[in-house]
């Protein structure tokens, strides 16, 4: 334990430098142009930061799920909440699909590309008619001879602009309700996919959210990623390790708040004193590092038990309720103490407040949550 | 649906309803076509201000003798109230700071030369306001201002720098808080109006932020700007108290514009979830968001009935600094929490730029922060309570 614990530390120096030396100098820049370069998965992939839990068969290092969360967790906590976003989809989503549901053909066709970031993965649910409602969804794949032919769009999918695979959710059979959605795995390079626009937001700037469309494309049933009517069943299988990432990252986020605040508050007077030494201050990064601290601890022992395989829907609800409501409070709260620096693009904190928004919304809105924790405790 | 005190008489309603009509038409024609590509450009082209001036827009309630309609306080709120409904929160602020701070500063401490050089044009919009207090080092605290006016021949040298200046790229002229005496602490600040045209003035970058894209938030730099003594506003070494005397109008203003806006987001919220469909029924049939709606209306009604009686006490001149710090604090706290809840009732559109509530959001966050940060506003009411 306590010499995968020094790994796992020293994993963590190679990522923050990575991130120092990688990242850092062209964040902002790439927050104007809304999308980072292709290149920067390469150079991940390269530095062994992208799909790190995979087996080493498929290109990865086999390391434990822990190692994974630590390139998520220290792109949050610097405040690169977009990087974050798409890597979680990425290695953290995308991957580990193709790995646990996608055929030998599948995992050989996709994975080492996607682990030197050559390929890279996006997840297609969300559509523009159905978002928490995912039965909804339109997007249909029809049988014709040996193959299927896909109709329809998504939308606000990650990656959307880089995608070189797309895990899209569809319905082979509209009238089956969920025993009809169907996953593949559709590469982007077949005629009939078509990318829509990189949307804008008020957050996560530089996380290429895209539509996409497709438009008879014919995909060979070789590419059907689990079984066929299976896919919402899947859906459901992958979603708690979703949500706890999701969760890693909004703990290490308000964590990356905290500590630019308290540099700041501690630098910055007023009426002739540090900020840091008015009572409100100090009662604010109070309750911001409590709260944090006891959503860390939520956290710890979700993905202990994700390790051992007991941590439950429900659960999984709670932990991306939890923290990414608490990552809102504490990012707001944390803005407040720069004054109006804090309404300022270039002081990130402003970044932080704008893109924690997000996380109460997507990866199932707070809503949905609250909907699946309340059914385990009361039924529908 | 108005500021208005129950007292007011029929007519003055059916001219208060006019004039909402007038502004909607104008909103509609001249301002709803460009928003969006004002809040790219990060500024609001100048002629907006001189056709708002046209069709009498600006300062309405300054007096007749310059150029103004005399009209009662409500009128002018109306437009403030109108344009953050509808989510042109930059356009409200920029507005605002010219025909609901600036102007009144100089109709109430101006000089009748002062009246007469900067009211007409600045009714009119050929001249826009700005107003400059806070510096790089210093906002909440303002008695640390750096920015010196030192006595110089016949007149004052202006050195300095001030940051976060609403409408810093558009000012023709900027009412500058300076210390005239660096010694003598909060007596010795003064207020100038300091034309931009003048040597020595320079307009800093156009600030980037996270919201309020179309308000040209800028630093302001003064080089030796030279200044006569008829560019004093109000007393020497009376700053200060001026800016104290003005503080409840300001607060007020940020409070009409802070209900309407979160009026403005209910109303589009409502709008969308009644349309939204998710699990085969529309999202405002979910019992939680029917309680969202609920709730977020009864904070708007609770809040606007405070600023309702607040308006009516500053219409009689008993508004005091206590109270216009608490009208500050409730409806800017009010107004985040009512923006975020509404935002989150949109589902992933909430977060894209083309759907507006994610602009209402971006937007309400800084209600918090200036014209006194709400921590600024708890110490002002605390003391009011218990002393220093
Ligand atoms: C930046 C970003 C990245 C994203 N990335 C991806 C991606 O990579 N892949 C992908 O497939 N999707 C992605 N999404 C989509 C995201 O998962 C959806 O936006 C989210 O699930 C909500 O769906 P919706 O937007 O359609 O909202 P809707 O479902 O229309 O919800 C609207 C509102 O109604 C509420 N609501 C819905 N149902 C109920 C109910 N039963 N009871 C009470 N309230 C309810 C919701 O909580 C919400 O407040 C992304 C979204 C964003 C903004
Ligand atoms: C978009 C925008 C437009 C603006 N327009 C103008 C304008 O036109 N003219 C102008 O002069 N200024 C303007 N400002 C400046 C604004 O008024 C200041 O930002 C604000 O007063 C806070 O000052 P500061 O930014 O220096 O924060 P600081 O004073 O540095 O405060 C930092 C933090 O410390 C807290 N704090 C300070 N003192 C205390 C205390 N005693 N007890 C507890 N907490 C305390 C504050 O509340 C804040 O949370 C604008 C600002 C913005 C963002």
């Not at chain 2, 007596?187 to 894209?213: I, S």
């Amino acid at each position: 334990m306590s010499t995968q614990n020094e790994e796992l530390e020293m994993f963590r120096d190679t990522v923050v430098r990575f991130f120092k030396d990688n990242v850092e100098p062209h964040y902002e820049q790439w927050e104007k142009d809304g999308i980072y370069p292709k290149d920067l998965y390469l150079q991940m992939g390269e530095a062994g930061l992208l799909c790190v839990d995979m087996p080493e068969e498929y290109g990865g290092i086999g390391a434990p799920f822990a190692f994974s969360c630590v390139v998520v967790e220290e792109a949050a906590r610097m405040g690169y909440l977009a990087l974050a976003s798409n890597l979680t989809v990425h290695s953290d989503i995308a991957a580990p699909y193709i790995l646990h549901l996608g055929t030998e053909a599948q995992k050989q066709k996709y994975l080492p590309k996607m682990a030197t970031g050559e390929c890279i993965g996006a997840i297609g649910m969300t559509e523009p008619g159905a978002g928490s409602d995912l039965q909804g969804m339109k997007t249909s794949a029809t049988a014709d001879g040996d193959d299927y032919i896909i109709n329809g769009s998504k939308t606000f999918i990650t990656n959307g602009q880089h995608a070189g695979v797309v895990v899209l959710a569809t319905k082979t059979d509209p009238k089956a309700g969920a025993k009809g959605t169907t996953l593949f795995t559709v590469d982007t390079s077949l005629p009939g996919f078509k990318r829509g626009r990189n949307l804008e937001k008020a957050g996560l700037h530089s996380a290429d959210t895209s539509e996409l469309f497709f438009d008879n494309l014919r995909i060979s049933r070789d590419e059907i990623l689990g079984r066929v009517g299976g896919g919402f069943g899947h859906l459901i299988d992958e979603l708690p390790r979703e949500r706890l990432v999701l969760a890693v990252s909004a703990v290490a986020h308000a964590q990356g708040a905290l500590e630019k605040t308290i540099d700041y508050v501690t630098e910055r007077k007023a009426f002739g004193q540090p900020i840091a030494s008015f009572q409100n201050t100090r009662f604010v990064l109070a309750t911001c590092k409590t709260d944090i601290e006891v959503h860390r601890a939520f956290v710890e022992k979700c993905t202990q038990q994700y390790a051992d395989n007991t941590l439950d829907v429900p659960t999984a609800a709670m932990i991306k309720l939890a923290t990414t409501e608490m990552e809102g409070r504490v990012t707001d709260a944390c803005l407040q103490l720069f004054g109006g620096y804090g309404y300022m693009t270039e002081y990130p904190i402003s970044r932080y407040w704008a893109d924690a928004r997000i996380q109460r919304i997507y990866g199932g809105t707070s809503e949905i949550m609250k909907e699946v924790i309340a059914r385990s405790l009361v039924g529908r | 649906m108005t500021a208005a005190d129950p007292q007011m008489s029929d007519s003055m309603a059916a001219e208060l309803a006019d004039w909402r009509d007038t502004i909607l038409r104008f909103l509609a024609d001249e301002v709803e076509p460009h928003y969006e590509q004002w809040e790219r450009d990060g500024i609001v082209p100048k002629s907006l201000y001189r056709k708002m001036g046209d069709a009498g827009l600006l300062c309405v309630d300054a007096p007749e003798a310059y150029g103004g309609s005399e009209a009662p306080l409500e009128f002018s709120f109306a437009i403030a109230e109108e344009a953050a409904r509808l989510g042109y929160m930059s356009l409200v602020t920029n507005v605002m700071m010219h025909s609901d701070i600036v102007v009144p500063y100089i109709t109430h401490l101006g000089t009748e030369a002062q009246k007469q050089k900067y009211l007409p044009r600045m009714i009119s919009g050929e001249w826009f306001g700005a107003l400059a207090m806070t510096e790089p080092g210093t906002g909440s605290d303002l008695q640390a201002i750096k920015t010196t006016a030192l006595p110089d021949g016949d007149g004052y040298r202006l050195n300095g720098s001030k940051t976060f200046i609403t409408n810093g790229q558009n000012a023709d002229v900027v009412i500058v808080a300076a210390k005239t005496d660096p010694s003598g602490g909060a007596k010795g600040t003064t207020l100038f109006l300091v034309d931009t045209n003048l040597p020595g003035f320079k307009r800093g970058r156009n600030l980037e932020k996270v919201g309020m894209h179309a308000a040209d938030t800028s630093e302001l730099f003064f080089d030796d700007v030279r200044l006569g003594h008829d560019a004093v506003l109000g007393r020497l070494g009376g700053g200060f108290g001026h800016l104290i005397d003005e503080l409840p109008r300001e607060r007020l203003m940020l409070a009409v514009a802070a209900v309407a806006h979160a009026e403005g987001a209910l109303e589009r919220t409502i709008a969308y979830v009644t349309e939204r469909k998710a699990f085969g029924q529309p999202v405002a049939s979910f019992q939680n968001t029917r309680f969202e709606l609920a709730r977020i209306k009864t904070e708007i009604e609770v809040t606007r009935a405070f600023y309702e009686k607040c308006c009516r006490l500053y219409a009689e001149g008993r508004l005091d600094v206590p109270t216009a710090a608490m009208i500050k604090l409730a409806t800017s706290d009010m107004e985040g929490r009512v923006v975020d809840a509404c935002l989150q009732l949109f589902g992933g559109y909430g977060y894209m730029t083309e759907y507006p509530i994610s602009r209402y959001w971006a937007d309400a966050r800084v209600q918090r922060i200036y014209g006194g940060t709400n921590e600024i506003m708890k110490e002002v009411i605390a003391r009011s309570l218990v002393g220093r």
